[in-house]
């Protein structure tokens, strides 16, 4: 069972839970008042179905906490993931700028796509490594871009997303009675 649809199902059944004991807490307090009730059960046996449908209550919001925390710590893993992937990639292109201003630099033939891609990263860098050219011994050197046309095609999930998709292991909840039994 998804994580997400684990989380809704558990949430359906709190609700169902907490509306149980809303009955039959009124029940208990109408007869404590002396009022009138259109059932006629003991006092001891409500006690006992209120015990028991707070013991499930219980239980089923214990589940619902670890399948939180479960979708949490996935998110968080996910999330560091994703930062430290972009950092790399940010890390990948600061080291290709500074590859093309070296190779500006020591005078060799560079692409003018990758001129650009320095010119538009620093316009103060691109004008050193112009300066520096005019200095160094003509380089006969010619490069290939360091740019591969790397478009990203693929759509990223989000956090969020990825941790609502993750297959856990959960019982689905136990099935409640929505209505007390009033015979």
């Given at each position: 069972?998804?994580?997400r649809?684990?989380?809704?199902?558990?949430?359906?059944?709190?609700?169902?839970?907490?509306n149980?004991?809303q009955?039959?807490?009124?029940?208990l307090?109408d007869q404590e008042?002396?009022k009138p009730?259109?059932?006629?059960?003991?006092?001891?046996?409500?006690?006992?179905?209120?015990?028991?449908?707070?013991?499930?209550?219980?239980?089923?919001?214990s589940?619902?906490?670890?399948?939180?925390?479960?979708e949490?710590?996935?998110?968080?893993?996910e999330?560091a993931?994703?930062q430290?992937?972009?950092?790399?990639?940010?890390?990948e292109?600061?080291?290709?700028?500074?590859?093309?201003y070296?190779?500006i630099a020591?005078?060799s033939?560079?692409?003018?796509?990758?001129e650009?891609?320095?010119?538009d990263?620093?316009?103060?860098?691109y004008m050193?490594?112009?300066?520096?050219?005019m200095?160094?011994?003509?380089n006969d050197?010619?490069?290939d871009?360091?740019?591969d046309?790397?478009?990203?095609s693929?759509e990223?999930?989000?956090a969020?997303?990825?941790?609502?998709?993750v297959e856990?292991?959960?019982p689905?909840?136990?099935t409640?009675?929505a209505?007390?039994?009033?015979e």
């Amino acid at each position: 069972m998804k994580i997400r649809d684990a989380k809704q199902a558990y949430s359906a059944q709190l609700d169902l839970l907490r509306n149980k004991k809303q009955e039959l807490s009124k029940l208990l307090k109408d007869q404590e008042n002396g009022k009138p009730t259109v059932c006629a059960f003991d006092r001891v046996e409500i006690s006992r179905e209120l015990s028991s449908v707070n013991s499930q209550y219980e239980a089923t919001q214990s589940i619902m906490e670890n399948i939180v925390s479960t979708e949490n710590l996935i998110y968080d893993t996910e999330n560091a993931k994703q930062q430290g992937e972009a950092a790399a990639k940010q890390a990948e292109e600061m080291m290709k700028i500074l590859e093309v201003y070296r190779r500006i630099a020591s005078g060799s033939k560079v692409p003018p796509e990758d001129e650009k891609k320095l010119m538009d990263y620093s316009h103060e860098m691109y004008m050193a490594a112009k300066t520096a050219t005019m200095i160094a011994e003509q380089n006969d050197k010619e490069y290939d871009s360091l740019w591969d046309d790397e478009e990203d095609s693929g759509e990223t999930k989000d956090a969020s997303e990825i941790a609502g998709d993750v297959e856990i292991s959960v019982p689905a909840p136990e099935t409640v009675a929505a209505d007390t039994e009033t015979e």
